[in-house]
């Protein structure tokens, strides 16, 4: 059953790149869209291969000539995926796999409502903080400004949860791993597929884990306010 798009969002330091990579090495037949963005690569990235890096000016007529499913400006830079990855994918009997942030997806579930959404959130904000934190030493940029930017962010994006169809609490790197296999799998209804698994991650559910991950969230914004 080719022609799935999977849409996958995350708090930046959530460990979703991780997650995706892994599920690639897994499960065959997804084609990952390779976003564009302005940018500067980071570290040992490649052109073409993380990322599509790209001029303010080039994206900006791409917005302009409508090649993009989605585009958004997150940080003071563009993100986006064009519209051809999804052509690409379709035409190769594959399924298509977007790595996307939350304001990007929701602009491909309004104007695709049939994607499946999945959205992978940390623990807690204390995990989150040290990820991020460490993320940030290897990027060699330590400003506590961006790392509290990126935070709030992230509560935000908390918030939008509920639009997502599932939702996996990646505290243990290889339970998030099946989890997004057993979602991935039960949607193309492949016999091999764990459907208990995954509808135990449905944001509909409120897994426990589900329910404890954004409690701790709620509970420090409420002491961070007093």
Request: proline content about 3%; charged content about 30%; glycine content about 6%.
């Amino acid at each position: 059953m080719a022609g799935i798009l999977f849409i996958i969002s995350a708090p930046s330091g959530s460990g979703k790149s991780t997650l995706v990579s892994r599920l690639r090495s897994l499960v065959e037949g997804l084609e990952f869209s390779v976003s564009y963005t302005t940018r500067q690569p980071r570290g040992s990235e490649i052109d073409g291969r993380e990322y599509h890096f790209t001029t303010r000016e080039s994206f900006e007529g791409m917005i302009a000539a409508d090649e993009f499913l989605e585009h958004a400006e997150v940080f003071g830079n563009y993100y986006g995926t064009a519209l051809s990855a999804l052509r690409h994918a379709k035409a190769a009997g594959k399924d298509l796999l977007l790595d996307i942030d939350v304001q990007g997806a929701v602009q491909v579930m309004r104007k695709l409502p049939e994607a499946v959404s999945i959205f992978i959130l940390p623990p807690s904000p204390e995990t989150l903080e040290r990820r991020l934190r460490h993320r940030s030493v290897a990027e060699h940029v330590t400003s506590e400004e961006v790392i509290a930017r990126r935070l709030q962010e992230a509560r935000k994006e908390l918030d939008r949860i509920g639009e997502y169809r599932y939702a996996i609490v990646n505290d243990q790197l290889d339970e998030a791993v099946d989890e997004l296999r057993a979602i991935v799998l039960t949607e193309r209804q492949d016999g091999e597929a764990d459907h208990k698994l995954a509808r135990s991650c449905l944001t509909t559910s409120r897994s426990r884990r589900l329910v404890e991950a954004l409690g701790s969230f709620e509970r420090h914004v409420v002491a961070q306010k007093m």
